[in-house]
């Protein structure tokens, strides 16, 4: 069965980064696209980008350039979101999420960024 | 523009039908799939490609598209169809996503 399994939760202080992986299993990794999506509490489901698997390539918000990166290790069918420059509006549940349509989801990661 | 526009709030007597909208200039080219969050969980995918179900997704989930407004119909809602519903489709540039404020839907 699909499984998108994520690391588990993080504090970090403001101005540090911070590297979220999603391991996939149960279906051919280079043929679906992950989306990164996140929620701060309280809020609404924000895209933050996609990445393709098999090549590698991305597409970020507008809002996060510059400030993510997204990267997969075909190796070990992990993929991982790097946020960088974090401040308190960052706190928030991370999710993956497999293909365009957002079939299956990760169990999420909540990254909170304190001093 | 690359906003999805949802109604905060809906409200709908059990065993009713609720609709929920979601309008964005985006929606001309692109179909919406719609989303399901309860509590603490992570989203469900209820439609997608407009009005396709998943496997598991019981069928008084439906959709349809008009223009620049998308639909997601609960017919003959449950009480534990009681969530947020989020719509999600491209944005106008067809490279990025974006998603719907949300609507929370009260089962009464």
């Known amino acids: 069965q699909v499984q998108l399994v994520q690391s588990g939760a993080e504090v970090k202080k403001p101005g540090a980064s911070v590297k979220v992986s999603c391991k996939a299993s149960?279906?051919?990794?280079?043929?679906?696209?992950i989306h990164w999506v996140r929620q701060a509490p309280g809020q609404g489901l924000e895209w933050m980008g996609v990445?393709?698997?098999?090549?590698?390539?991305?597409s970020y918000a507008q809002k996060f350039q510059g400030r993510v990166t997204m990267t997969r290790d075909t190796s070990t069918r992990t993929l991982y979101m790097e946020l960088s420059s974090l401040r308190s509006e960052d706190t928030a549940v991370y999710y993956c999420?497999?293909?365009?349509?957002?079939?299956?989801w990760g169990q999420g990661t909540l990254v909170t960024v304190s001093s | 523009s690359s906003e999805l526009t949802q109604d905060p709030a809906v409200s709908v007597a059990l065993g009713q039908t609720v609709r929920i909208t979601c309008q964005g200039d985006?929606?001309?080219?692109?179909?919406a799939s719609w989303y399901q969050q309860k509590p603490g969980q992570a989203p469900v995918l209820v439609i997608y490609?407009?009005?396709n179900r998943p496997s598991g997704i019981p069928d008084r989930f439906s959709g349809s598209s008009s223009g620049n407004t998308a639909s997601l119909t609960i017919a003959g809602a449950q009480a534990e169809d009681e969530a947020v519903y989020y719509c999600?489709?491209?944005?106008?540039?067809?490279?990025?996503?974006?998603f719907g404020g949300g609507t929370k839907v009260t089962v009464l």
């Open positions: 999420a497999r293909d365009h349509s957002y079939d299956f």
């Open positions: 149960g279906y051919t990794f280079t043929g679906y696209y």
């Open positions: 990445i393709n698997p098999s090549g590698g390539s991305t």
């Open positions: 985006s929606l001309r080219s692109y179909y």
């Open positions: 490609l407009q009005n």
């Open positions: 999600n489709s491209r944005d106008i540039s067809g490279n990025h996503w974006v």
